[in-house]
């Protein structure tokens, strides 16, 4: 069998065995050989290319790339796991099999087959304060996976000052506009307790997505629960919410019902007839605001207006496109007149509601979702 072994407490009573593959392509003589991590155990085995070799001897697969699996023995501190992880406490000073085990010999052996090797090593490295050799430096995809181990454990106050380090020379950096990373770096930051990061994205998130941020068949991040279930909205309403990602949800249908109820207003009180909304009481000047208003958002896709739901458009790009409409009134045809008014203030009473609706659209508060979700538990 091939093991590797690492003590980060000597004097530990916990020995949690992990599960490492290690892929051995095949060789011209259809045989194998591995050497344990530390070049003590060897094992050789004939096969054939359908085949892998297993830490029981055993050969299964039918790939022509071999796999060797090898147990990862990491010997550690009952104390620290527990002080660190509420899972561990429940796992060691609870009334599990292994807790029992423990009372009774005082040591233990806990298999955990589902963990990968790598990160789980990484964290347990950062609970015993073993900063030196801890990776300094690592990808994205290795701290999303150690976010993803700490929430599981739920040491997010042990592995804050591990997230320090990595976050501040991580490559590449965070985005600058939305991309299918947003959601993994939002879940990085909740897990990593940095709400000046948390606020950022989900600021970029809440203008710039399209729709939800996990879609269907996408990874799933479990972000945080929202206030309470519930999340007041910066347009005035109390939503119930289940997820932070329905916050960011909610925030952005609400800023485009926003926006697009006040061209309704627009087209509904300059079509109606009744009233004159030229202030200056241009003739015809209603009907040329209603016309080419109607023509601008016709040439952007926009009209007839979109209704809720709203998918496949962001907030930022529906502001841009309106910000950018052209407006016909009789000061276009009444050159040398005298008479000149701007457009009766259709184009500033717009670039103002656009304005006001996207900066309501500011973030979500990290602290407020910590301190929330204290309280239901």
Known sequence: MLTERHELDPDGDVTLVLTRFIPVPPTSSKAATMGSANGSTTASVQTDDKTRLTKDGALVGDSDELEVTVDVEVLVSSKHLSLASPVFKAMLRGSFRESVKLANTKEVEVRL?????????????????????????????????VA????????????????????????PP?????????????????????????????????????????????????L???????????????????????????????????????????????????????????MGCDAMVLGSLQLELKSKKL?????????GISVLQ????????EYMTPDHFSQGSSHRHRICGVKNKILNHLDQITGLLGGLDLASFEAKQVNRN
């Open 113 to 145: 087959p589902d963990d990968d090797a790598d990160i789980m090593l990484l964290m347990l490295k950062v609970i015993h304060h073993h900063w030196r050799s801890a990776s300094r430096s690592i990808d994205f995809v290795t701290i999303k996976n």
């Open 148 to 171: 993803l181990m700490v929430d599981k454990y739920a040491v997010k106050e042990t592995a804050a000052a591990g997230f320090y380090i990595w976050l501040n020379v991580l490559e």
């Open 174 to 222: 965070e985005p600058k506009s939305f991309d299918s990373t947003v959601a993994a770096w939002l879940f990085i930051y909740w897990t990593a307790i940095r709400p000046l990061g948390f606020r950022r994205l989900t600021r970029l998130a809440e203008r710039e997505s399209r729709g939800r941020l996990m879609q269907e068949g996408e990874e799933q991040f479990p």
């Open 224 to 282: 945080p629960d929202a206030i309470c279930g519930q999340c007041f909205s910066p347009f005035g309403s109390r939503v119930d919410v289940n997820f932070a990602e329905d916050a960011i949800e909610e925030n952005r249908q609400k800023a485009l019902q926003a926006i697009f109820q006040l061209f309704q207003t627009l087209l509904d009180d300059y079509g109606n007839g009744t009233t004159r909304q030229c202030r200056e009481r241009v």
């Open 303 to 311: 009209f007839p207006l979109p209704k809720a739901p709203f998918v």
């Open 318 to 325: 529906t502001s841009t496109n309106l910000r950018s409409l």
